[in-house]
Nanobody, 124 residues
Framework: QLQLVESGGGLVQPGGSLRLSCAAS????????VGWFRQAPGKEREGVSC????????NYADSVKGRFTISRDNAKNTVALQMNSLEPEDTGVYYC?????????????????WGQGTQVTVSS
């Protein structure tokens, strides 16, 4: 069964950058579309970005467009989320998820596989 592990979170100042990684074991990540989600304290989890199986198609939440970039390296069984120009509103636990496609509206029920999350804190 596919298992996902996120890494790369931490504390960063506003305007800074972080690169999150989603690593897979127990299966081939290249067989799945991969989404990134986040959950801020006291808020519902929301979709951030998604990348198709081939990597040819990506989508982003409006709040992160132009600042975040999703990419994949199927040879390394990983998907990355490069986050630039971070804002305090980007603070939260970031999760990666694997599923058959990138759904409309970042629907979570499409994704059967989820990681445990990595904390991102943007604060001065």
């Amino acid at each position: 069964q596919l298992q996902l592990v996120e890494s790369g979170g931490g504390l960063v100042q506003p305007g800074g950058s972080l690169r999150l990684s989603c690593a897979a074991s127990g299966g081939t990540l290249g067989f799945y579309a991969v989404g990134w989600f986040r959950q801020a304290p006291g808020k519902e989890r929301e979709g951030v970005s998604c990348i198709s199986l081939s990597g040819d198609n990506t989508n982003y939440a409006d709040s992160v467009k132009g600042r975040f970039t999703i990419s994949r390296d199927n040879a390394k069984n990983t998907v990355a989320l490069q986050m630039n120009s971070l804002e305090p509103e980007d603070t939260g636990v970031y999760y990666c998820a694997g599923g058959p496609l990138c759904p409309a509206y970042f629907r979570e029920d499409v994704y059967p596989y989820w990681g445990q999350g990595t904390q991102v804190t943007v604060s001065s």
